[in-house]
């Protein structure tokens, strides 16, 4: 079980939804959810595959417009912001992708001085220099600087795709399926890597999986998304305490089988 | 399953599937006409990405070289070899240089450039935007507060605009060399006497015209390379299918404008 961050704040939302909707079609994924995430804390959102996980997390950095309900990120109304202003907040928000999202024609310094260069006018080569040092050595693959995309492993990549993130200092962090598609010893070290995170950038973070490990070692708190909405949110064993037959086949599969 | 009142495929009225492609078709038209105003308006408008412009520059031209100098080389061969029996009949094989010129500078050269571009460049264009929108790298650079339009499309497109022209220039000369050893092994025209037969029936307005297909050619090629693959879904399947629409959907348009263009041009001749 994880142990608490020191710093959470849970009088200050950084996130705030409210009555959330959103459909494809016919295809309701999201149908009036609220949530707050809080200052410091990294909150896991648990589903089955299709469930919106990713959608939500979408709708929170602008990427997709909702149906109806409303979002405040850092006491910004996100639907009511003007493209400018919208680029703005989302320098303050890193975004983990599942697949990395690495840019294939770059190599890892281009990719982690891409974001910085074009949000940091007038940086210095010295200072780029310095950040791309300090955002590696965070993730702990120094050495894989001057390599591409292609020649990295899938571990590597998620650890990169994170510190492309972190080099903007982002105040909250979200996660997309950090953990899909790596073996077991990555998926601890990747789990680490997200604890260390919290702690060493004090970041509050959305964790999108279906991985009840890295659920149980990163969230502070568990928010379980069912049939397009939130129906148990809380601790771990909070959560989990239940005889729900749609909550126990997470909990049986990963840690009975 | 009860399907009473849906239509599978098979069950669709002949004719309904063409007619959806042609819509589609169209619509792409529309689409594309918005996204080229997009462009105009983000195109000019700092900051600059001038290294990846330059480095656009490099995969547009110096990428297509090798096999733009073959072609080139060999429609100015073809071209000599297949006009000089019609010639010959009237015995006017000294105009094979002002004829082949003529059909080089003003019509091949722009024309046959723009094609190969279109089928190297665009569908290459359209497959590299494809895949990176299908792997999220394009939400990556939106979520990091950076302009992927800018940085992607607008270099993309103001490299191909700059370069086949460039390309266009460099097929003529190219075929018009092909040509010359045509004309050389065969009629024995000196180097001297070619080159005062090639450039005495073009006029300023016919290089001007050449120029302005080139430029347009290669804003299009351009253009509907990006947006298909700006626009890519359905995963790989879909960038297939954006590098495929690049090279159909640009080569109409190629055609329509060089059509378009020769006849402007004819007004103020």
Redesign the interface.
């Known amino acids: 079980m994880k142990k608490a961050a020191s710093h959470i704040d849970y009088n200050n939302a950084v996130i705030s939804i409210r009555d959330l909707e959103k459909s494809f079609g016919d295809y309701h994924v999201l149908r009036g959810i609220d949530l707050d995430i809080f200052q410091g804390e990294n909150l896991v959102v648990l589903g089955r595959s299709g469930t919106g996980k990713s959608v939500l997390i979408k709708l929170i950095s602008g990427l997709l417009r909702p149906d109806k309900g409303s979002i405040s990120v850092l006491g910004n109304d996100v639907l009511a912001l003007s493209d400018k202003q919208l680029q703005e907040l989302r320098i303050r928000i890193g975004f983990s992708f599942q697949n990395s999202a690495l840019y294939d024609s770059m190599t890892v310094r281009k990719n982690l001085e891409f974001p910085l260069v074009r949000n940091r006018k007038g940086i210095g080569r010295a200072e780029i220099n310095k950040s791309v040092e300090t955002v590696l050595d965070a993730v702990g693959l120094s050495q894989t600087i001057n390599q591409m995309p292609s020649e990295l492993s899938g571990g590597q990549r998620k650890r990169i795709g994170i510190a492309r993130t972190l080099i903007l200092n982002p105040e909250i962090m979200m996660y997309d399926e950090p953990t899909a598609g790596l073996d077991p010893i990555t998926c601890i070290e990747i789990n680490e890597l997200i604890n260390e995170v919290q702690e060493r950038y004090r970041t509050s973070s959305i964790i999108i999986t279906h991985d009840l490990t890295c659920a149980k070692s990163t969230g502070d708190r568990i928010a379980m998304l069912l049939d397009g909405q939130f129906q148990r949110v809380g601790t771990f064993d909070e959560v989990f305490d239940t005889d729900d037959e749609r909550v126990k086949p997470f909990f049986d599969y990963n840690f009975i089988q | 399953m009860d399907t009473a009142g849906t239509t599978t495929p098979q069950q669709q009225k002949p004719g309904s599937k063409l007619k959806k492609r042609v819509t589609d078709f169209f619509v792409d038209l529309y689409k594309i006409g918005g996204f080229t105003a997009r462009f105009f308006k983000e195109a000019f408008v700092p ?1 600059f990405e001038f290294r990846e412009i330059v480095r656009q520059c490099f995969e547009v031209g110096v990428k297509s070289f090798s096999l733009i100098t073959l072609t080139g080389f060999i429609v100015g061969v073809i071209f000599t070899k297949q006009s000089r029996p019609s010639l010959s009949e009237f015995g006017a094989t000294s105009w094979l240089p002002s004829l082949v010129s003529i059909a080089i500078l003003k019509a091949l050269a722009p024309l046959v450039t723009a094609l190969i571009a279109a089928g190297k460049v665009g569908s290459g264009i359209g497959a590299e935007l494809g ?2 929108r299908v ?3 394009i ?9 992927p339009f800018k940085f992607l499309v607008c270099t993309r497109v103001i490299a191909t605009t700059l370069c086949i022209p460039l390309l266009a220039t460099y097929v003529a000369l190219i075929a018009l060399l092909g040509a010359f050893l045509n004309v050389n092994t065969n009629e024995g025209t000196s180097y001297s006497a070619f080159m005062s037969d090639v450039f005495e029936p073009i006029g300023f307005i016919d290089i001007n015209q050449s120029l302005v297909k080139a430029i347009v050619f290669g804003f299009t090629i351009g253009i509907v390379g990006c947006y298909q693959g700006y626009h890519s879904n359905k995963g790989t399947e879909g960038v297939g299918k954006a590098a495929n629409n690049a090279v159909v959907i640009a080569m109409f348009l190629i055609f329509i404008e060089e059509i378009l263009i020769v006849q402007i041009t004819g007004w103020f001749r």
Request: charged share 25%.
């Open positions: 900051p895949s990176m792997t999220e790298q939400d990556a650079m939106e979520v990091s507060g950076t302009k």
